[in-house]
């Protein structure tokens, strides 16, 4: 039974404090790659 599938890639969405770039990674991107900000984590993306 495979009814289900399990998602790989557990995405999450940051926004960088100071550009207000927005980084979807399945694991923490730590910095902005734009900036080198801070990023906050936005939780799971809603589509
Ligand atoms: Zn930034």
């Known amino acids: 039974m495979r009814d ?3 998602t790989p890639n557990a995405e999450r969405r940051y926004e960088c404090f100071e550009c207000g770039t ?6 923490s991107p730590g910095s902005c790659p734009e900036c080198g900000g801070d990023l906050r984590n936005r ?4 589509e």
């Open 43 to 46: 939780g799971t993306p809603m």
């Open 4 to 6: 289900k599938i399990p």
């Open 22 to 27: 927005v980084v979807v990674s399945a694991e």
